[in-house]
C-alpha cells in the first residue's frame, strides 16, 4: 500500500477485515522456511536402515494429486517423523499443481483451535484457493468423542479444497482415524510404518546443515580400519527417531573435533546421564553439595557465593557460625567442580554442559519425589522480588517446563499448579506458573491436557489467584496460537461474581488479543455477540475494556473508522451500550468509560468524532435515566466534571444545570 500527501491525515490499519457476521475461521500460520529447506534439499532422508525407500510422504502426496480427494491422512505412531513427511508431502504436490496465476500453492498450518477440542467443528477450516494446509492432531485425536463424525467432515471439506486448486494433510495418531469404518476414509491414509534411516538423518543434517562433512566420519558404520566403527555410530539404533538423529547432529557439530569434544557430545545426546547418576553417587551422603548442585541449576552464572547461600536456603539453614567447621573440608570452587559446575572467577554455573541442568532437574524429579514441595517452595523464595532468581524468571521457567514436557505428564503441572495456592500471589510469582502453563500448553503430546486443565481453572468461581494465572497464560503467545480457546477461557473469568484481579488480568488479556495482528476482527465479532446479551455479565465487561480509550484507544479508533463505511458496525456498538446499560453490575465502569469518550472526544484527532457524538446521542436517546448517562449529560451533585465532558454536552444540545458544575473535580 502506497500513501503520499498525508503529512495532516492520520492513518488507521485494521490488521484484517472487521467484520459483523459470518464464523471466525482456525487461525493458520506459515510453514517456516527451515522446515521448506529441509524437505526440499538433500537434508530429506527417503531411506529406512535397510536402505529401502520410505514411501510416507510419497504415498501422502500421490493422495492430493489432480485426481485424488484432496486430503491425506498420515497415521503412526510418535517418532516416524510424521510431521516432516507431511511437510514433504505438501511441498511435491505443489510443486505438481500450480494454481491458475502458474504460482505454485503456499503451505499453511492449521492451528487446532477448536471452542471444544472434543467435538472440532470442521467448518472452521479454512479454505483459501491455490493453498496447501497442515492440520497436525495426533496429540488430540484420541480424545474426539466422535472420531467417524470428524473424518466424514474432514473428507468433505477437502472436497471442497479440491475444486479451489487446495488440499489438505492431516497428521494423526496411529490407531484413531477410523479407516475401517468406510472405504472412503480409509483411501485417504498413508501409514508411517518406517523411519528414515536415523545415521543418514544425523549425517545429512552434520553435512548439509552444519556445515560439517568432515564430521560425517564419526557416524560411519565402517571407516579406516576393518571392523572399526565411526566414534559416534554406536549412539543410534534402528529404533532411534528422527527427532534423535537431529539432536545427535547438533551435539556433534557444536564440539570441537577432539576426543575430549566428542566426549562431551556423547554425554550430551545421552541427556548425561552416566554423569547425574556419578555425581548424586558420590554425593550419597552429602547433603550440601547435592543442595549446591540444585542451586546452579537454577542460578547457573551467578556468583558462586550467591550459589551457595541459595543451596544452604534449600536445606534451611543459614551461614555457617562454626569457625572449626568453616576451615574444614574442600574449598567451594572444589565443591563446585565436583559436582560438575564450571567455576570461572567468582562465577560458576552449567551453561559450558548444554543440557546437563535438566538432567539434574530430572533425576531429581523422579528419584526424590518427597522433594517436590519443599523444592517448589524454595523456588518460590528463590524468585521473590529482590532474590537472585528475581531475574532468572525465563531461565527458571524453561526448565520447568523442560521438566513438564520429558516426563510428559499432567502430574508435574498438577504440582505446579498446587504452587499458586500457598498464599503468595505476587505477580511475579504467578507469572513464572504462567509461563510454564503457556508453554506446556503448546507442546506436543502435552499440550492437549493441560489446555484442558486451563478451561477448568478459568471457570473456578472460588480461587482468584488460580483465575489470575489463567488470564496471565492468556497475555502469552499461548494467546497467538489458541485465539479461539483464549477467548473462552476469558469469557469464564470475566464472568466472576467480583470485580478483582483476575478479572482486571483477563481485561488486559483481552485488549491484549485485540491488539495482535490479525485478530482484532475475530475478538471483536466474539465480544459484540456476548455483550448483546442482556444477562452477560463477562460480554459487558469485556465491551467496556475493549473500548475503553483511557487504557487503550486502539480499539475504539479502528471500530469508529470501521463505523463510518459500515452501518452495521455502527449499529453494533449502539446496541452494545443498550445492553451494558441495563446491567446494573458495570453501572460504575461504563460511567468511566463514557466520561473517558468525553476526553477522547474532545483531545484524540484520530477519532470520528461526529460519528461519536451520533453514537451517545443515540444511546441517551434510548437510556436517559440510566445511571452512567444522567451522570454523561446531567452530572451528580456535588461532583465537577471537567472541560471536555462540559463541551461534549454542548454538543450533544443537551442542557444542564449549572449546579452539577460546582464541588470538586470528579476523579476517574
Same mark, same amino acid.
Given at each position: 500500500?502506497?500513501?503520499?500527501?498525508?503529512?495532516?491525515?492520520?492513518?488507521?490499519?485494521?490488521?484484517?477485515?472487521? @467484520?459483523?457476521?459470518?464464523?471466525?475461521?482456525?487461525?493458520?500460520?506459515?510453514?517456516?522456511?527451515?522446515?521448506?529447506?529441509?524437505?526440499?534439499?538433500?537434508?530429506?532422508?527417503?531411506?529406512?536402515?535397510?536402505?529401502?525407500?520410505?514411501?510416507?510422504?510419497?504415498?501422502?502426496?500421490?493422495?492430493?494429486?489432480?485426481?485424488?480427494?484432496?486430503?491425506?491422512? +498420515?497415521?503412526?505412531?510418535?517418532?516416524? $517423523?510424521? /510431521?516432516?513427511?507431511?511437510?514433504?508431502?505438501?511441498?511435491?504436490?505443489?510443486?505438481?499443481?500450480?494454481?491458475?496465476?502458474?504460482?505454485?500453492?503456499?503451505? *499453511?498450518?492449521?492451528?487446532?483451535?477448536?471452542?471444544?477440542?472434543?467435538?472440532?467443528?470442521?467448518?472452521?477450516?479454512?479454505?483459501?484457493?491455490?493453498?496447501?494446509?497442515?492440520?497436525?492432531?495426533?496429540?488430540?485425536?484420541?480424545?474426539?468423542?466422535?472420531?467417524?463424525?470428524?473424518?466424514?467432515?474432514? &473428507?468433505?471439506?477437502?472436497?471442497?479444497?479440491?475444486?479451489?486448486?487446495?488440499?489438505?494433510?492431516?497428521?494423526?495418531?496411529?490407531?484413531?482415524?477410523?479407516?475401517?469404518?468406510?472405504?472412503?476414509?480409509?483411501?485417504?491414509?498413508?501409514?508411517?510404518?518406517?523411519?528414515?534411516?536415523?545415521?543418514?538423518?544425523?549425517? !545429512?543434517? %552434520?553435512?548439509?546443515?552444519?556445515?560439517?562433512?568432515?564430521?560425517?566420519? =564419526?557416524?560411519?558404520?565402517?571407516?579406516?580400519?576393518?571392523?572399526?566403527?565411526?566414534?559416534? =555410530?554406536?549412539?543410534?539404533?534402528?529404533?532411534?527417531?528422527?527427532?534423535?538423529?537431529?539432536?545427535?547432529?547438533?551435539? %556433534? !557439530?557444536?564440539?570441537?573435533?577432539?576426543?575430549?569434544?566428542?566426549? !562431551?557430545?556423547?554425554?550430551?545426546?545421552?541427556? =548425561?546421564?552416566?554423569?547425574?547418576?556419578?555425581?548424586?553417587? @558420590?554425593?550419597?551422603?552429602?547433603?550440601?553439595?547435592? !543442595?549446591?548442585?540444585?542451586?546452579?541449576?537454577?542460578?547457573?552464572?551467578?556468583?558462586?557465593?550467591?550459589?551457595?547461600?541459595?543451596?544452604?536456603?534449600?536445606?534451611?539453614?543459614?551461614?555457617?557460625?562454626?569457625?572449626?567447621?568453616?576451615?574444614?573440608?574442600?574449598?567451594?570452587?572444589?565443591?563446585?567442580?565436583?559436582?560438575?559446575?564450571?567455576?570461572?572467577?567468582?562465577?560458576?554455573?552449567?551453561?559450558?554442559?548444554?543440557?546437563?541442568?535438566?538432567?539434574?532437574?530430572?533425576?531429581? =524429579?523422579?528419584?526424590?519425589?518427597?522433594?517436590?514441595?519443599?523444592?517448589?517452595?524454595?523456588?518460590?523464595?528463590? @524468585?521473590?522480588?529482590?532474590?537472585?532468581?528475581?531475574?532468572?524468571?525465563?531461565?527458571?521457567?524453561?526448565?520447568?517446563?523442560?521438566?513438564?514436557?520429558?516426563?510428559?505428564?499432567?502430574? &508435574? +503441572?498438577?504440582?505446579? /499448579?498446587?504452587?499458586?495456592?500457598?498464599?503468595?500471589?505476587?505477580?511475579?510469582?504467578?507469572?513464572?506458573?504462567?509461563?510454564?502453563?503457556?508453554?506446556?500448553?503448546?507442546?506436543?503430546?502435552?499440550?492437549?491436557?493441560?489446555?484442558?486443565?486451563?478451561?477448568?481453572?478459568?471457570?473456578? *468461581?472460588?480461587?482468584?489467584?488460580?483465575?489470575?494465572?489463567?488470564?496471565?497464560?492468556?497475555?502469552?503467545?499461548?494467546?497467538?496460537?489458541?485465539?479461539?480457546?483464549?477467548?473462552?477461557?476469558?469469557?469464564?473469568? %470475566?464472568? /466472576?461474581?467480583?470485580?478483582?484481579?483476575?478479572?482486571?488480568?483477563?481485561? @488486559?488479556? %483481552?485488549?491484549?488479543?485485540?491488539?495482535?495482528?490479525?485478530?482484532?476482527?475475530?475478538?471483536?465479532?466474539?465480544?459484540? *455477540?456476548?455483550? *448483546?446479551?442482556?444477562?452477560?455479565?463477562? $460480554?459487558?465487561?469485556?465491551?467496556?475494556?475493549?473500548?475503553?480509550?483511557?487504557?487503550?484507544?486502539?480499539?475504539?479508533?479502528?471500530?469508529?473508522?470501521?463505523?463510518?463505511?459500515?452501518?452495521?458496525?455502527?449499529?453494533?456498538?449502539?446496541?452494545?451500550?443498550?445492553?451494558?446499560?441495563?446491567?446494573?453490575?458495570?453501572?460504575?465502569?461504563?460511567?468511566?468509560?463514557? +466520561?473517558?469518550?468525553?476526553?477522547?472526544?474532545?483531545?484524540?484527532?484520530?477519532?470520528?468524532?461526529?460519528?461519536?457524538?451520533?453514537?451517545?446521542?443515540?444511546?441517551?436517546?434510548?437510556?436517559?435515566?440510566?445511571?452512567?448517562?444522567?451522570?454523561?449529560?446531567?452530572?451528580?451533585?456535588?461532583?465537577?466534571?471537567?472541560?471536555?465532558?462540559?463541551?461534549?454536552?454542548?454538543?450533544?444540545?443537551?442542557?444542564?444545570?449549572?449546579?452539577?458544575?460546582?464541588?470538586?473535580?470528579?476523579?476517574?
Amino acid at each position: 500500500m502506497s500513501v503520499a500527501h498525508n503529512d495532516r491525515s492520520s492513518i488507521i490499519i485494521a490488521a484484517g477485515p472487521v @467484520t459483523m457476521s459470518g464464523k471466525q475461521l482456525l487461525p493458520v500460520a506459515a510453514i517456516s522456511a527451515a522446515e521448506l529447506d529441509i524437505v526440499r534439499s538433500p537434508v530429506w532422508v527417503g531411506f529406512d536402515s535397510d536402505g529401502k525407500t520410505v514411501t510416507t510422504a510419497a504415498d501422502a502426496a500421490a493422495m492430493l494429486g489432480v485426481a485424488g480427494p484432496g486430503i491425506a491422512v +498420515i497415521a503412526g505412531a510418535p517418532g516416524f $517423523g510424521k /510431521r516432516t513427511a507431511a511437510i514433504r508431502a505438501l511441498s511435491e504436490a505443489a510443486q505438481a499443481e500450480p494454481n491458475d496465476e502458474k504460482a505454485l500453492p503456499v503451505l *499453511k498450518e492449521i492451528r487446532p483451535d477448536w471452542s471444544d477440542p472434543a467435538v472440532p467443528d470442521t467448518s472452521l477450516l479454512p479454505e483459501e484457493p491455490g493453498t496447501g494446509y497442515l492440520l497436525d492432531v495426533a496429540s488430540e485425536i484420541n480424545a474426539w468423542k466422535d472420531p467417524h463424525k470428524v473424518a466424514v467432515g474432514l &473428507v468433505g471439506h477437502a472436497e471442497t479444497l479440491r475444486r479451489k486448486g487446495s488440499f489438505l494433510v492431516l497428521v494423526a495418531d496411529e490407531r484413531t482415524w477410523p479407516e475401517s469404518e468406510s472405504g472412503a476414509l480409509a483411501r485417504v491414509v498413508s501409514r508411517a510404518e518406517a523411519r528414515p534411516s536415523p545415521h543418514r538423518v544425523a549425517a !545429512a543434517h %552434520l553435512r548439509h546443515v552444519y556445515q560439517k562433512p568432515d564430521r560425517v566420519h =564419526w557416524l560411519d558404520a565402517a571407516s579406516g580400519e576393518a571392523g572399526h566403527v565411526g566414534e559416534a =555410530w554406536d549412539l543410534l539404533t534402528d529404533a532411534n527417531s528422527p527427532a534423535d538423529a537431529v539432536r545427535l547432529a547438533d551435539a %556433534l !557439530a557444536r564440539v570441537e573435533p577432539s576426543p575430549k569434544g566428542l566426549e !562431551a557430545a556423547r554425554a550430551s545426546f545421552q541427556q =548425561w546421564r552416566t554423569q547425574v547418576d556419578d555425581v548424586f553417587e @558420590t554425593t550419597e551422603d552429602n547433603a550440601d553439595d547435592r !543442595a549446591l548442585l540444585i542451586a546452579s541449576v537454577f542460578l547457573s552464572g551467578e556468583d558462586a557465593l550467591t550459589i551457595q547461600k541459595a543451596g544452604r536456603r534449600l536445606l534451611g539453614e543459614g551461614p555457617e557460625k562454626n569457625v572449626r567447621k568453616i576451615l574444614t573440608g574442600p574449598d567451594l570452587a572444589t565443591r563446585l567442580t565436583r559436582v560438575g559446575a564450571q567455576v570461572q572467577g567468582r562465577h560458576a554455573g552449567l551453561d559450558h554442559k548444554p543440557g546437563y541442568a535438566r538432567a539434574v532437574l530430572l533425576h531429581l =524429579w523422579r528419584q526424590r519425589a518427597d522433594i517436590h514441595p519443599h523444592l517448589l517452595t524454595w523456588l518460590n523464595g528463590l @524468585t521473590s522480588p529482590g532474590q537472585a532468581g528475581a531475574t532468572r524468571l525465563s531461565p527458571i521457567s524453561d526448565l520447568l517446563v523442560d521438566l513438564a514436557i520429558a516426563e510428559n505428564d499432567i502430574r &508435574v +503441572i498438577d504440582k505446579i /499448579r498446587d504452587w499458586i495456592d500457598n498464599g503468595n500471589n505476587r505477580e511475579e510469582h504467578l507469572d513464572l506458573i504462567a509461563r510454564v502453563l503457556a508453554r506446556s500448553a503448546e507442546v506436543d503430546g502435552l499440550g492437549p491436557t493441560v489446555r484442558s486443565r486451563l478451561l477448568t481453572w478459568a471457570q473456578d *468461581k472460588e480461587n482468584e489467584a488460580l483465575a489470575r494465572t489463567v488470564a496471565l497464560v492468556c497475555q502469552t503467545s499461548f494467546a497467538d496460537d489458541y485465539p479461539r480457546q483464549t477467548l473462552v477461557r476469558l469469557r469464564h473469568i %470475566l464472568a /466472576r461474581a467480583q470485580y478483582d484481579g483476575a478479572v482486571e488480568a483477563a481485561e @488486559t488479556a %483481552l485488549r491484549r488479543l485485540a491488539g495482535r495482528e490479525h485478530q482484532l476482527a475475530r475478538v471483536w465479532s466474539t465480544v459484540i *455477540k456476548w455483550a *448483546k446479551e442482556s444477562d452477560n455479565l463477562a $460480554g459487558h465487561r469485556a465491551f467496556l475494556a475493549l473500548v475503553d480509550p483511557s487504557v487503550d484507544p486502539f480499539v475504539l479508533r479502528v471500530m469508529l473508522t470501521a463505523a463510518e463505511s459500515k452501518p452495521e458496525i455502527k449499529q453494533a456498538l449502539i446496541d452494545a451500550w443498550s445492553t451494558v446499560l441495563t446491567d446494573t453490575q458495570v453501572h460504575r465502569k461504563a460511567g468511566d468509560v463514557l +466520561i473517558a469518550w468525553a476526553r477522547t472526544w474532545a483531545s484524540d484527532e484520530l477519532i470520528a468524532r461526529d460519528l461519536l457524538t451520533d453514537i451517545l446521542r443515540q444511546v441517551i436517546g434510548r437510556h436517559l435515566m440510566a445511571t452512567p448517562i444522567a451522570a454523561l449529560v446531567y452530572g451528580e451533585p456535588d461532583v465537577r466534571y471537567d472541560e471536555a465532558v462540559i463541551e461534549l454536552r454542548k454538543e450533544l444540545h443537551i442542557p444542564f444545570s449549572d449546579m452539577f458544575t460546582s464541588g470538586p473535580v470528579k476523579e476517574t
